[in-house]
């Protein structure tokens, strides 16, 4: 069986540094707040260039500490798209908070503004007190923030980016953990940027968000030990799994152009093909991290028997994401959009995601994408 992300291949490139690093882990003994969680967010601050960053024990945490530095309260609302991963809203509700579902558009994935409109319009209607705007590049494409950030301005909303799947993407020339007020992402392990391990960091260019969230993921730390300035959480990254992130950064660009050049390649293949297959498309100025490729299968193709098949041939693929959150049981009782997510129903019922990693061969994508080709072609 192909992998469908091969970790593997990356590890052997940097067994050598990793190990010398949580080596250096193990000597100095500081498995809490180490120096190396310290290095890593001035890395991360270059990289974003974002003026602060603080590493946290998860992408779910990331957004938690976000929502809590933006001062979120028990009822106020937040616009989501549902066409997600279940933390985005989690995040919200984790808070008390309400999270309004939107739909995303057919072509990118991501949120779609004339949804965020209408959302807003049906808050006002119903007395929900919205606060905010969570984007998500979702695959690893960034959103269109300028158009997102006109209409939160317009309605008085902050924007808060879940780049746990865009990290490292562009948006005109600015690094998605960059591009809003607050942006979180995950160093989940199958994660463009992945860690052995949980882990995740909150990006801001506010101190003063910085400030809570820095508090709030221990504790609600004061300026001493054991002196608390509010109610927080453990939310701390292991020093280990910095560590480890340090020598992953190191090749994090030069694998992000590997996956563009995966991406480009799969792209081409499948447009030769006749299969009605839809393709990732990028807006203009924007690139993506490529977490995934994923494909839209023609309407009449069934999905399942498509998947049997490729697994029969030794590929492997996934669906991201089956169920819309808000058509998940603790979800339904939330306001979603008067358009009914359309796009959202559609899409979990035809993506697919074919093998993605920096360490794909052109071999393995002829194979995967003819296969797919031959799949589909039988089944429609
Ligand atoms: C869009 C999105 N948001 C948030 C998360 C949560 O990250 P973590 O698993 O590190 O908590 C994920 C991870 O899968 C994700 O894909």
């Known amino acids: 069986m192909l992998d469908f992300i091969d970790l593997k291949q990356q590890q052997k490139l940097i067994r050598d540094k990793v190990d010398k690093r949580i080596c250096k882990v193990l000597d100095h003994g500081q498995y809490i707040q180490g120096p190396e969680v310290k290095e890593l967010e001035k890395e991360l601050s270059l990289f974003s260039k974002s003026k602060f960053v603080l590493c946290c024990s998860s992408g779910t945490d990331a957004l938690v500490l976000g929502l809590i530095a933006l001062g979120l309260k028990p009822n106020e609302g937040v616009i989501v798209p549902s066409f997600t991963f279940a933390s985005t809203a989690e995040a919200v509700c984790m808070l008390g908070g309400i999270p309004f579902f939107s739909d995303v558009k057919l072509d990118t994935y991501n949120i779609c503004e004339e949804s965020i409109i209408k959302s807003i319009d049906k808050a006002n209607k119903i007395g ?92 609600g730390m004061g300026n001493n030990k054991y002196e608390y300035d509010r109610i927080g959480m453990n939310g701390r990254i292991d020093t280990i799994q910095a560590a480890i992130l340090l020598e992953k950064l190191k090749i994090f660009k030069s694998e992000l152009l590997k996956r563009e050049e995966i991406a480009k390649y799969y792209i081409k293949r499948f447009l030769k093909f006749n299969t009605n297959i839809n393709v990732p498309k990028l807006t203009n100025n924007t690139n993506s991290s490529w977490a995934q490729f994923t494909i839209q299968l023609p309407l009449n193709c069934n999905r399942e028997k498509f998947q049997s098949l490729m697994r029969q041939k030794n590929i492997p693929t996934a669906i991201y994401y089956p169920i819309p959150i808000h058509c998940q049981s603790p979800y339904q009782n939330f306001p979603i959009s008067p358009d009914n997510l359309k796009n959202t129903i559609e899409l979990s019922n035809r993506v697919v995601s074919l093998p993605m990693h920096p360490y794909l061969s052109q071999k393995n994508v002829d194979y995967i994408s003819t296969t797919a080709d031959e799949i589909i072609t039988s089944l429609i």
């Open 128 to 219: 929900i007190n919205l606060k905010g705007i969570i984007t998500v590049g979702l695959f690893g494409q960034p959103c269109d923030m300028d158009k997102i950030k006109e209409i939160a301005d317009i309605n008085n909303l902050w924007v808060f980016d879940d780049a746990a799947q865009s990290f490292g993407a562009k948006y005109k020339d600015k690094i998605s953990g960059n591009l809003c007020e607050i942006s979180a992402t995950s160093f989940f392990p199958a994660k463009p940027l992945g860690c052995y391990g949980d882990g995740g960091a909150l990006f801001t260019n506010n101190e003063n968000f910085y400030k809570i969230a820095y508090s709030s993921h221990l504790h």
